[in-house]
């Protein structure tokens, strides 16, 4: 099925570990986006990917760094796991809708449930 | 200062009732407005988008959403909610000339039959 797909859907990890979050679409976009959700706080950019080889910073980057791999995978690294990073994190993609015109939609992944103890 | 505000963090309805849920955002130009609903334990569904012409959008589910520029505002609203519309609902904005989404707190939306 199209989509973005995330793994794992599920991780613990104690406090120091470090781990990847991969992140793969296959509807051939160029952009892609990593979020962290938390109660209370909606969804915050963390980093970004508006194209294969670049990457930029979003409004939550610090303790995590990113790799754009290739046009459809975009990974998410925690290289010293902390508790503050408990949360929920979505990867996205964005198409675009009009040939002519700024119109684009989003496609999010179904989510990676991550606990630090 | 929050760019997007969600102004309700909890709503709380009885089955039939009407919902509308307020989104307000604070950037000047263009901009592309979305909502979306996260069911329990599930990822982000678009409900409806708006990027121009009628300020009027109609999303799937039965939810309408009005853009009213003069206001910054997006508002969500259906006439008539159901148990099955238990849901958190997110206000998200893209400003002309960036890619990136900006997401408001979310309003979590309880539906008592």
């Known amino acids: 099925n199209a989509g973005v797909t995330q793994t794992p859907k599920f991780q613990v990890l104690k406090t120091g570990q470090s781990m990847t979050l991969q992140c793969a679409q296959d509807?051939?976009?160029?952009?892609m986006y990593w979020y962290r959700q938390d109660p209370g706080m909606g969804l915050r950019l963390i980093y970004y990917?508006?194209?294969?080889?670049?990457?930029d910073k979003g409004e939550v980057p610090n303790g995590y760094n990113v790799s754009r791999l290739n046009k459809r995978e975009f990974s998410l690294r925690l290289e010293s796991a902390a508790p503050s990073q408990t949360s929920v994190y979505f990867c996205?993609?964005?198409?675009?809708?009009?040939?002519?015109?700024?119109?684009?939609?989003?496609?999010f992944g179904s989510g990676t449930r991550l606990t630090v103890v | 200062a929050q760019s997007v505000s969600q102004h309700n963090h909890h709503v709380i309805l009885s089955e039939a009732a009407s919902l509308e849920l307020g989104c307000n955002y604070s950037?000047?130009?263009?901009?592309?407005l979305f909502w979306y609903v996260q069911y329990p334990g599930q990822h982000l569904q678009l409900l409806l988008k708006?990027?121009?012409?009628?300020?009027l959008v109609k999303g799937i589910k039965g939810f309408e959403a009005e853009f009213i520029k003069s206001k910054f505002s997006f508002n969500l609203r259906k006439p008539s909610v159901q148990w099955s519309d238990t849901a958190e609902y997110f206000c998200?904005?893209?400003?002309?000339?960036?890619?990136?989404?900006?997401f408001g707190k979310g309003t979590m939306l309880l539906v008592s039959p």
């Open positions: 996205a993609s964005r198409a675009r809708l009009d040939r002519g015109r700024p119109f684009y939609g989003y496609t």
């Open positions: 509807m051939n976009h160029n952009s």
């Open positions: 990917s508006a194209s294969e080889g670049t990457t």
């Open positions: 950037y000047g130009g263009t901009v592309n």
């Open positions: 708006y990027f121009s012409g009628d300020p």
């Open positions: 998200a904005v893209k400003r002309s000339g960036y890619s990136t989404l900006t």
